[in-house]
């Protein structure tokens, strides 16, 4: 049965089954993978996954269920597991169901050009790719992985109000880790392009720029261990804002596990910093015309100048703390519950490049990964220590590559001590995007 067909009649039998208000959510996901291996396909992967959750009002509570067939038999399923589901409940404040926006953006965020792209084709890239990187240099001995990935996804929302939405969006990236040898010493780099148009990756700039990053940590020595200043490059900086992204949320603000409670109005970071969530970056790889209750979308600045203008709302956070929702109630799949999560989060870019934040250091250390941020990151006290890679800076110059670094410090301190802000802004493909920044110092252990 089509999804439209299966809305209309799910709603309908709905009210029948004595449901006050209604809403349904629908995704879909398309995925394509592959590896090359010298020359060879690896491995094959084409997948779609997909379903759809009922939320319904039954006497008075908030029923939840979910589906992944669109038949008859579900829809009977559906009401009776949502009616079950509403009769355990026993938090005391309910959710509803929204009756929709003003307004919503009117935004395209999928590729068609990208859909057009024959399999045939992102394989011969790949190859391409790969060939490119061996013929590099001859100290490249092999590629952990060669990856592509081709990555799509659907939503609808609508609900018993009239309230029916659609969006849809797609990205393209290939995946690198490339094995390089000299001597006795062994080191890899990690590159990733992400892209939504095809044509825009360019084989040899690709396999230069990964055989490049694995090469450049040949020659590893050791610096002594103290407190050093600290460019934190692009990747680096985005993975570790991913990782305390939460603090900004109103839902752990109001259980209090954010420092950021009761921040708002109050400056928590250098002048330098400002950080927006904007659901419409054309660069953006988790843009969205509404969230997960149907809010409208809309571009909103979380720290601005080094102010906390505000934290991440759904309905329910906003309620609570009296203000407007900011539209950033998420669903991580259909079978999910609602809970509060950024689009594209990034911290704005400043105006210098890369190279001058190098070229203004007298002494300092360029971190390039981090390595065990989930297990070595407080996202509570915002305490952090964790292992890293990267380069010694003298005189403003790329000295040598150090041998893996323990970093420690505090997120919240960091933020205040970020001297200078890059402009080479990096996203990710989970949306968390950063430029590289300059920070005053971080303590830095060579093993």
């Known amino acids: 049965m089509k999804i439209e067909k299966f809305q209309e009649m799910l709603l309908g039998n709905g009210l029948a089954h004595g449901f006050e208000d209604m809403e349904i959510y629908y995704e879909k ?6 590896d090359v291996y010298k020359g060879e396909l690896d491995h094959y992967e084409t997948a779609e996954d997909g379903g759809l959750s009922f939320r319904g009002i039954f006497n008075g509570k908030m029923g939840y269920a979910y589906t992944e067939k669109f038949d008859h038999e579900s829809i009977s399923f559906l009401l009776e597991s949502a009616k079950a589901n509403a009769e355990i409940i026993e938090e005391e404040e309910q959710d509803d169901i929204f009756e929709g926006s003003d307004e919503y953006e009117e935004r395209n965020f999928y590729s068609e050009s990208l859909d057009e792209v024959s399999i045939p084709d992102k394989i011969d890239l790949l190859k391409k790719v790969e060939r490119k990187i061996f013929d590099y240099d001859p100290r490249i001995a092999s590629l952990n992985y060669c990856k592509l990935i081709d ?43 992400i892209t939504k148009g095809f044509s825009k990756l360019n084989v040899d700039e690709i396999a230069k720029e990964a055989a490049e990053e694995a090469l450049s940590y040949l020659g590893e020595q050791s610096i002594p261990s103290k407190k050093y200043p600290i460019i934190l490059r692009k990747e680096a900086a985005a993975n570790l804002l991913d990782t305390f992204t939460t603090v900004f949320s109103a839902e752990v603000a109001q259980k209090g596990r954010s420092l950021l409670k009761d921040k708002v109005g109050e400056k928590i970071a250098a002048e330098t910093l400002t ?10 790889f988790a843009s969205r015309i509404f969230d997960g209750e149907g809010v409208a979308s809309k571009l909103c600045t979380v720290v601005e100048n080094g102010t906390l203008n505000t934290l991440l709302h759904n309905r329910k956070t906003a309620k609570k703390a009296g203000v407007e929702t900011t539209g950033h109630a998420y669903k991580s799949s259909y079978k999910g519950t609602l809970v509060i999560a950024p689009s594209n989060f990034y911290i704005k870019p400043g105006e210098k490049s890369y190279d001058e934040l190098i070229e203004s250091q007298k002494e300092a250390v360029i971190v390039t990964k981090l390595s065990g941020l989930h297990s070595g990151a407080d996202t509570v006290s915002g305490d952090f220590s964790v292992a890293a890679n990267g380069f010694y800076v003298k005189d403003g110059k790329v000295e040598t590559p150090v ?45």
């Open 275 to 284: 950080i927006v969530d904007d659901p419409f970056y054309e660069e953006g």
């Open 29 to 34: 996901s398309k995925r394509f993978a592959c």
């Open 151 to 193: 990555q799509s996804k659907e939503r609808l929302l609508a609900n018993s109000k009239g309230l029916v939405l659609h969006d849809r969006m797609n990205f393209l990236g290939v995946v690198l880790s490339v094995v390089v040898k000299q001597g006795d010493e062994t080191k890899s780099g990690f590159t990733v392009k």
């Open 403 to 447: 041998k893996q670094m323990t970093i420690a410090g505090n997120l919240f301190e960091l933020l205040k001590d970020i001297q200078e802000i890059g402009s080479d802004l990096y996203v990710s493909s989970s949306g968390i995007g950063s430029p590289s920044l300059l920070l005053k110092e971080l303590s830095v252990t060579v093993e």
